[in-house]
């Protein structure tokens, strides 16, 4: 909430300055108008992205991660009957943590565990495994179930985070998400600016 003032700060100090502005003006950011020409193909790159088996298999509604495509054999649950941790945290259960197995770095055996600091789930409200396109698109929307985020943090959060960068470098045989970083982010930007539109279904 703090951040969402700080961010309307400038916008409101440029219709308190402005002569002509209302009250009523004052009180309301401007409106978004919704280009959805412009913004359903941006979202379809942003929906490859996060439905890609690299993002999609830590973000699930269920207790087990999943493992899919080719260098997998297809898609399946986890082997090793790894859960998401009894106590919920998304780290694995006492005894076997995702940290056991999963460290800052890729393995460089075929095979080996991938890695990134602080492996582990995403929390169930943020799960978009096997989720269509417009599902996916109303849960990152949605602050009660993106960790109470704005679009612009979801956006800083696909640039700068270190599990969400191991979707373009996940190691020896498996297929990055397309893309890179820096392009999802900035197709979440335009996304933004044609007023975010998601699709039908
Ligand atoms: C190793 C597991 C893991 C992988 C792989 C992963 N994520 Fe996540 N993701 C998480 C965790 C854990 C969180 C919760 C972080 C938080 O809220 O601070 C999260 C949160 C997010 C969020 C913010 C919340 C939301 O639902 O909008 C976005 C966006 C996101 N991930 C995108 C991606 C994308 C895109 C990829 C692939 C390029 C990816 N993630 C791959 C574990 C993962
Ligand atoms: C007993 C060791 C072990 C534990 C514990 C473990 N993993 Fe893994 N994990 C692996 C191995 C090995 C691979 C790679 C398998 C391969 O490449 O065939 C892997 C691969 C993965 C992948 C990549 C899937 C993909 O589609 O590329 C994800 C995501 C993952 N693990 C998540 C987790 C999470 C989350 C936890 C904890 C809740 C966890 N793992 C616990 C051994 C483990």
Redesign the pocket.
């Known amino acids: 909430m703090k951040k969402f003032l700080i961010m309307l700060t400038p916008a409101a100090i440029m219709f308190w300055a402005s002569p002509f502005a209302t009250a009523q003006e004052a009180r309301q950011p401007a409106p978004v108008t919704v280009d959805a020409a412009k913004g359903l193909p941006e979202w379809d790159k942003i929906y490859a992205?996060?439905s890609?088996p690299?993002?999609a298999?830590?973000?699930v509604a269920d207790d087990r991660p999943r493992w899919s495509d080719a260098h997998y054999g297809g898609t399946r649950v986890h082997a090793f009957n790894v859960q998401r941790g009894s106590d919920g945290s998304?780290f694995g259960n006492p005894g076997l943590r995702c940290m056991t197995c999963h460290f800052s770095s890729n393995s460089n055996e075929l095979h080996g565990p991938p890695g990134?600091e602080n492996?582990?789930?995403?929390?169930v409200e943020?799960a978009w495994f096997e989720e269509s396109s417009a599902e996916i698109c109303a849960?990152?929307k949605d602050p009660a179930r993106?960790?109470g985020?704005s679009l612009q943090d979801?956006a800083l959060?696909?640039r700068d985070?270190k599990?969400?960068a191991?979707?373009?470098a996940p190691g020896a045989n498996r297929e990055p998400?397309p893309g890179s970083a820096e392009e999802?982010y900035v197709t979440i930007e335009s996304w933004m600016a044609a007023g975010a539109p998601c699709p039908a279904k």
Not at 119 to 123: F, G, M, V
Request: glycine residues 12%; contains cysteine; hydrophobic residues 45%.
């Open positions: 992205v996060f890609h690299r993002c298999g830590c973000h998304g990134a492996w582990h789930l995403a929390p943020m849960q990152i993106n960790g985020r979801v959060h696909v985070d599990l969400v191991w979707g373009w998400a999802t």
